[in-house]
């Protein structure tokens, strides 16, 4: 009995591969095509919304059906590398951001996008996801980072609140006065990593990268400067990382509970703060010689190797274009869609808390850019993080720190 | 008197129950072949998951490491590039540091505790069989839910055992957030998992020692620590020998533990070769580096195991 099942299951198992491999070979010429979309854009909170975008799409559609798979954010860029490297990447996937775009694009993982219709992109993030005038991914979602603040703990202090005139000191110096270390509540937060650390360097009128994208450019009196910024707040303003700052979500929970006077992190954290008691509202982030803000955009990318690109491109263009995406998007609070209808954006403005989304527009103007070396992109990414850790912790100086991380860098961008 | 006319037969006759001996002169060309096959159908089970997933990935992996690859583009031919660029780069000596620091601070922990324990538990305790299961609990749980229970514990601000050194008025260090207690940190967590495992091979090895070895030292006037390295140690050195052997390999290729616990970090302070690995192939897109230092791995477990193996004459007494 026992071996009959067990050869049973097997028979059923061995039938079960045969039977999908058949079914992935060979196109079926009339019945609904399923196309495959693996993503990370729905995962923690949105499952629900994408899932409403699928069935708009599919009612829209009868003849596709699109299977989609969410995988969390961190494990993301190495499940969908492991699918491209065996082969078996699904039909439209996510590609976090147009650093990860390069890399794909020019190991042509990624199928020509052709016919998209333009005009209805935002042209500056349309133009990210282009290699030599052809399109190889659309962008689905833009977000960006700003300045959170508490209104009670401002008020309390007697302190105005910030505003996009700010710059470094003027952040300086309100959190020095809203720390109460005995109380337990920080005036700052900035993380001290890669993604903040190239942004203030801007602010700073300094740069990540020479011009030609060949040699560390950091290590500059305004670049101790600006990784003195970042570093400083630690043990003054801001938790250290014995107290459990860096860890994840501790910064956010620290806000909500409303021991946190000013935070910097991205507009994707609004659903988080939304049952939060706090009263709290954003501001663009201060500058020091200039403004400029980190942007963040997402793109959705067809296979090369698929098997369905009309019907995949549909669905890429769907997800990242349609009236209903867009929707969707606005009503839920979700990462904003990167369309260049004004209008349709413009409803964002009055959808409730945070009160001044107005800044959310704001910062977007400003956009320092981000660097992109290609394979060794997250190599450099942790280098530099690592050693601002480093100086953070006082194990090293800023200058020290700088140097150990320019010396890796410029190895990792020598090849 | 039946007994004996019994016990007279038995001997008087030829044994019944004797297994015929294998005639091998009278094997058929038919008989052999259907021999081999028998023994090749009993292999199959352990050799096809051997051939697929150990021998098949080692040789693909050498094919690899002679190759620059990101995983997406093709493969491009670089011969024993990835071996000199390895061999110059100091981060390899790093990883490798670590790896001996971890197998260092592991190895004497785990293996004195495992035999503390052992000892404890092979006297008539009230208990010890649910005291064996509890140590044993930890080397059959997943290294993913022990490594973040240890990060609790062990977390600097709110963690329990730093809350307990501030009762003691100790300011307790940074542990896994500190580069300097990175590694004794993962050290701790790997001891406390593999105790058990040693625990219960160096338990049948005690069981198998005969009691009146003990009692003739007793008689002699041999005290408990006389009797321990002078019976008990000697006689466990084959099970001893085991531990070692099997916790070296284990220890040169620690992995889960690092990833769950520290990543690699705090900058790089607990990468290990393994992690490194890891990171070169599914991070940093250096598959063929990341396939190099794989071999480089392998030649030197199995240089430290044959090494072992030779030496094991100078201090393994069996029976």
């Known amino acids: ?415 | 008197m039946s007994v004996s006319n019994a016990q007279t037969s038995l001997v008087d006759r030829a044994p019944q129950f004797v297994h015929s001996k294998p005639v091998r002169d009278g094997r058929t060309r038919n008989n052999k072949a259907r021999y081999a096959l028998t023994v090749l159908a009993f292999l199959l089970p352990s050799a096809i998951p051997l051939v697929l997933f150990v021998l098949g990935p080692m040789v693909a992996a050498a094919w690899v490491s002679l190759n620059q690859w990101n995983l997406l583009a093709p493969m491009k031919w670089v011969g024993l590039g990835n071996y000199a660029k390895l061999l110059s780069d100091p981060i390899t000596g790093d990883v490798f540091l670590h790896t001996v620091y971890y197998i260092v601070g592991y190895l004497p922990l785990v293996y004195i505790g495992g035999l503390a324990l052992a000892l404890a538990l092979n006297t008539a305790l009230k208990g010890r069989s649910f005291l064996r299961g509890i140590y044993f609990l930890p080397v059959v749980t997943s290294w993913i839910v022990v490594a973040l229970v240890w990060r609790w514990l062990l977390s600097p601000s709110n963690g329990i055992v730093n809350s307990a050194l501030a009762f003691f008025g100790v300011h307790g260090p940074g542990w896994w957030t500190d580069p300097h207690w990175a590694m004794p940190s993962i050290i701790i967590a790997s001891a406390w998992k593999d105790l058990g495992f040693v625990m219960v091979i160096l338990l049948a090895g005690l069981q198998a020692i005969p009691s009146d070895m003990y009692d003739a030292a007793k008689v002699d006037g041999a005290g408990w620590w006389r009797r321990l390295f002078s019976i008990t140690l000697p006689l466990l050195s084959p099970s001893s020998f085991f531990v070692l052997v099997i916790s070296l390999i284990n220890g040169f290729q620690v992995f889960d533990q690092v990833y769950a616990m520290t990543g690699g970090g705090p900058n790089g302070a607990s990468e290990v070769v393994v992690q490194q690995i890891y990171d070169l192939t599914f991070r940093y897109g250096r598959a063929g580096e990341a396939s190099a230092l794989s071999w480089m791995l392998f030649v030197v477990v199995l240089a430290v195991t044959v090494i072992q193996i030779r030496g094991q004459k100078r201090w393994v007494t069996y029976g």
């Not at chain 1, 060979?26 to 499952?47: D, L, M, R």
């Not at chain 1, 042509?108 to 052709?114: M, T």
């Not at chain 1, 500056?124 to 703990?153: H, M, R």
Request: aromatic share 10%; charged share 20%; net charge negative.
């Open chain 1, 1 to 415: 009995m026992n071996r009959k099942l067990m050869a049973a299951i097997g028979l059923a198992g061995v039938a079960a591969l045969a039977m999908t491999g058949c079914a992935s070979g060979t196109p079926s010429s009339n019945g609904p095509v399923t196309i495959t979309y693996s993503n990370f854009i729905s995962n923690g909170g949105n499952e629900k919304n994408l899932a409403t975008i699928v069935a708009a799409f599919e009612k829209k559609n009868p003849d596709i059906k699109v299977d989609v798979k969410t995988l969390p954010y961190d494990t993301y860029g190495t499940a969908l590398q492991t699918d491209l490297a065996a082969g078996t990447p699904a039909d439209v996937f996510d590609i976090n951001g147009p650093s990860s775009y390069g890399p794909y694009q020019a190991n042509g993982v990624l199928a020509e996008l052709k016919g998209v219709s333009s005009s209805a992109y935002n042209a500056a993030l349309l133009d990210s996801y282009a290699t030599g005038g052809k399109q190889y991914a659309l962008p689905t979602s833009f977000s960006d980072v700003v300045l959170y603040y508490n209104k009670d703990l401002f008020d309390a202090a007697g302190i105005t609140y910030p505003t996009s005139s700010w710059t470094w000191a003027d952040e300086t110096a309100a959190a020095a006065k809203l720390t109460d270390k005995a109380a337990g509540v920080w005036g700052d937060h900035q993380p001290v990593t890669y993604n903040e650390y190239y942004k203030v360097l801007v602010q700073n009128g300094a740069s990540f990268l020479s011009k030609d994208g060949k040699k560390a450019a950091f290590n500059t009196p305004a670049g101790i400067e600006a990784a003195k910024w970042l570093v400083d707040k630690s043990g003054t303003t801001m938790p250290t990382i014995a107290d459990g700052q860096g860890t994840a979500d501790y910064d956010t929970n620290l806000f909500k509970a409303g021991k946190l006077a000013m935070l910097h992190t991205g507009i994707w954290v609004f659903g988080t703060f939304a049952d939060s008691p706090a009263n709290w509202d954003i501001a663009v982030e201060p500058g020091n010689k200039t403004s400029a803000n980190a942007v963040f955009s997402n793109g959705i990318g067809v296979s090369a190797t698929s098997k369905h690109k009309a019907e995949a491109q549909k669905w890429a263009e769907f997800m990242s274009a349609s009236d209903f995406m867009v929707t969707v998007r606005l009503d839920s609070g979700w990462e904003l869609p990167a369309i260049s209808d004004a209008k349709k954006l413009a409803t964002y403005l009055d959808k409730g808390k945070p009160a001044n989304r107005q800044a959310v527009f704001d910062a977007a103007k400003k956009i320092a850019p981000a660097p992109s070396i290609g394979d060794n992109q997250s190599a450099m990414q942790d280098a530099i993080t690592g050693e601002l850790i480093e100086a953070q912790a006082g194990r090293k100086s800023v200058q020290q720190a700088l140097d150990d991380a320019e010396k890796k860098i410029n190895t990792l961008l020598a090849g």
